[in-house]
């Protein structure tokens, strides 16, 4: 079978007919808890997975960048003068390249506002992470992009930095207003660790999941239902939550606490109330989760996990039939804790299960969801896996 590395240096050598400089990857993620968290300077607790997006990286001397993907039939080519011609996308407007290849270019013009040059690249992109799953695979180009392009370049920007390069591509280049969750998460994730991430300083803590030694297994349940990036009902819930917390006169809804919400709910109408006590719940489930992990492993989430769901189903509104379909089940057949993961809307849910029942939850979600009627789920388990690195 070919792998996605060999896919992309085949992919390059069509391309250019030589061999790249290298090969590097970045992964997509899952994210453990603390869902639209992100973006109100909140906490998070995603792992990246297995699944990863790789990026042959070649030098050239005419000063221009072209970027091709086994996912799209053309590659597309621009001066690299020429990107801050292209970016930032205005608000709303469509990028001016092709919406794939805004994500790898804008990488580099992120890269070149940071103070970063270099001689033109050639860049070969292959992956095996679902697109539009809510596994970040948009994280996943940018990460891989990011690393490449800091090495070729000699930028020397650490990972972190990478993160906001990769999160300005996504915000000012695509157009796409996501929080710095998924790349951080792709740039900074460790094998069997989960990263407790502070979303307001960047202080980000690895915590260990344990999952082998305790017999448990995370599984992905993606519904195939493709989530729309960057505009609906995401938008208007980043408003719901700038609304509330002008509201209660604080920077961002990190500011809330648990015990600030009876006065929240006198101060504002229904449906921003119930936006806020997501984000202010969900927060707290963060940090609740990091203390039960570090205290007593992964066993004693799951409550957290599913207290997460109904606050993201109920409050938030941003579940769909099939993301409570699969949770429900998962739960039924006998999921310690399940829940969506991602931005909502579509994508995927998550379940931990014992290692001797992944089979048995899965054939349950998938026999619900022909029941329902549902186009078939895709269903797999991930293990916390490495962030962004060079792989030759
Ligand atoms: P998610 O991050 O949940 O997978 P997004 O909508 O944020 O979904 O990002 C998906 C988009 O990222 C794709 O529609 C495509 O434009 C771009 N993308 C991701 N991976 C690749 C790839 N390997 N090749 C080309 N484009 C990609
Ligand atoms: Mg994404």
């Known amino acids: 079978m070919t792998t996605p590395q060999d896919a992309a240096r085949t992919l390059f050598e069509k391309l250019t007919g030589h061999a790249p400089a290298g090969v590097w990857s970045a992964p ?7 869902e639209h968290t992100d973006y109100n300077d909140g906490f998070v607790l995603p792992f990246a997975i297995p699944h990863r997006t790789y990026a042959a990286v070649g030098m050239r001397e005419d000063g221009r960048i072209r970027v091709a993907s086994t996912f799209a039939e053309e590659a597309v080519e621009v001066a690299l003068d020429e ?14 390249v092709q919406e794939w290849a805004a994500y790898p270019l804008g990488v580099a013009w992120a ?21 539009g799953a809510g596994l970040s695979s948009s994280a996943a180009i940018e990460g891989a ?4 392009l800091n090495e070729l370049w000699d930028a020397q920007l650490d990972r972190s930095a990478l993160a906001r390069i990769g999160r300005r591509s996504e915000n000012e280049a695509v157009g796409a207003p996501t929080g710095i969750m998924d790349q951080m998460a792709s740039m900074l994730g460790e094998t069997d660790a989960a990263l407790f991430l502070d979303c307001r300083t960047l202080d980000a803590n690895l915590v260990p999941l344990s999952m ?19 505009t609906g009902g995401y938008g208007e819930r980043r408003a719901s939550c700038e609304r509330g917390a002008a509201i209660m006169r604080v920077p961002s809804l990190r500011d809330v606490s648990v015990d600030d919400l009876p006065r929240a709910k006198e101060l504002m109408d229904d449906v921003t109330f119930r936006r806020v006590r997501h984000v202010v719940t969900e927060n707290q489930r963060v940090l609740d989760t990091v203390t039960a992990l570090r205290a007593q492993g992964p066993r004693a989430i799951g409550a957290l996990i599913v207290a997460s769901h109904v606050s ?34 579509g994508g995927a849910a998550i379940a931990l299960v014992e290692q001797g029942s992944v089979q048995q939850v899965s054939d349950a979600v998938t026999a619900a969801f022909a029941a329902s009627g549902f186009t078939a789920p895709h269903i797999f388990t991930v293990t916390p896996a490495a962030g962004a690195h060079r792989d030759s």
Not at 145 to 148: D, E, G, I, L, R
């Open 111 to 131: 890269l070149q506002l940071a103070g970063a040059t270099g001689v033109g690249v050639d860049i070969a992109i292959a992956s095996d992470v679902p697109v």
């Open 212 to 230: 082998s030694e305790t017999g448990l297994a995370i599984l992905v349940m993606d519904t195939r239902v493709k989530h729309a990036h960057s």
């Open 83 to 96: 990107l801050n011609t292209l970016f930032p996308t205005a608000t709303g407007a469509e990028p001016a």
């Open 312 to 345: 993201m189903r109920d409050d938030f509104e941003i579940s769909i039939p099939e993301l409570d379909t699969a949770v429900e089940t998962a739960l039924t057949a006998g999921a310690i804790g399940a829940r969506m993961t991602g931005g909502g809307f």
């Open 145 to 148: 992009t990011a690393s490449a």
């Open 28 to 34: 997509g993620r899952v994210n453990l808890i603390g």
